[in-house]
């Protein structure tokens, strides 16, 4: 299927920057059980200064005025904090900037006449809902697994009633800026979830809230990964390089290790469920 689809008439495409022609390959998929496509949309005179979602809403527009089915993808914040959107371009999560969130990357990336093939995130753990669009519950499901912690503690207390060292609080706000997008899921040859995993235990193993459940923790958040179909972690750290917000492998060493520790307490005869100090 081919298409010319023009966006320079639309006021967000023109706002005075260059302008190029693309192709587009996208992946159409009308639900998880249906045969997929590929559908190919020539866009014309599409603004370098739209960024890469204002540029997909075009073609949106366009189709749905022609009366047919528009791309489904998903998207919130566009800012790069909400963790919605995503998908594959040209083979790469995200596209091509490390440390950027699709909702951030912008026409002006790609060349004039540049090819660009659109694929929703391809794993087991994340089944297509509709085109671009996945079922990302499994992450929901590992967080539920352990990552919130269990201990009343009563009200909210003042930010600064329970002192924090520097290094670890700001240690805890590397892990905590995971955004859950999936990337890094997407991005692995086994579509293993450690990066994303490891990245929620790590939040709360630097934090003095996270230690009475800390090996418990890690155990269930663990076992809940395999649970949903994510593969096993082989190290290769694509996952570090696709993600946009460049979530160190250091935090899977760091849970390898927690988890290790939470097995050699159990299989000596103590109990994984009680938090011991690091
Ligand atoms: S670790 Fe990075 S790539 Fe993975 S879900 Fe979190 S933000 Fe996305
Ligand atoms: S839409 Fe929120 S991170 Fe992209």
Redesign the pocket.
């Known amino acids: 299927m081919s298409e010319q689809r023009s966006v320079a008439s639309d006021p967000r495409h023109s706002t005075g920057g260059k302008q190029i022609d693309i192709t587009l390959e996208v992946w159409r998929q009308p639900g998880n059980n249906a045969k997929g496509r590929f559908e190919r949309h020539e866009m014309k005179g599409v603004s370098t200064d739209a960024s890469f979602l204002e540029m997909l809403d075009g073609l949106n527009e366009n189709l749905s005025n022609a009366g047919k089915e528009p791309i489904t993808f998903e998207h919130d914040c566009r800012e790069g904090i909400c ?1 919605s959107c ?1 998908f594959m371009i040209n083979g790469q ?1 995200h596209g091509p900037d490390r440390g950027t969130t699709v909702c951030q990357l912008h026409m002006r990336r790609f060349k004039d006449k540049a090819h660009l093939v659109i694929e929703p995130w391809r794993a087991k753990g994340f089944p297509v809902v509709r085109d671009l669009m996945v079922d990302r519950t499994g ?1 929901n499901k590992i967080q539920a697994a352990g990552g919130y912690n269990g201990v009343n503690v009563g009200n909210a207390p003042d930010a600064n009633a329970i002192l924090i060292g520097k290094d670890a609080a700001s240690e805890a706000f590397d892990a905590a ?9 997407a ?1 692995c040859k086994n579509a293993s ?1 450690m ?2 995993t490891s ?1 929620k235990i790590g939040h709360f193993a630097m934090l003095p809230q996270g230690q009475p459940e800390r090996y418990r923790r890690v155990v269930r958040m663990f076992e809940e990964m395999e649970k949903q179909g994510f593969g096993a972690c082989s190290w290769t750290q694509e ?1 570090e390089a ?6 160190s492998v250091k935090w899977i060493s760091r849970a390898n290790k927690d988890f290790l520790k939470a097995k050699l307490v159990k299989d000596s005869g103590g109990s994984s469920d009680d938090g011991f100090a690091g």
């Open positions: 963790g995503g999560a992450f800026a995971c955004i859950g997008c999936g990337a890094c899921v991005s979830a990066l994303f990245a996952c696709a993600c946009p917000k460049e979530i």
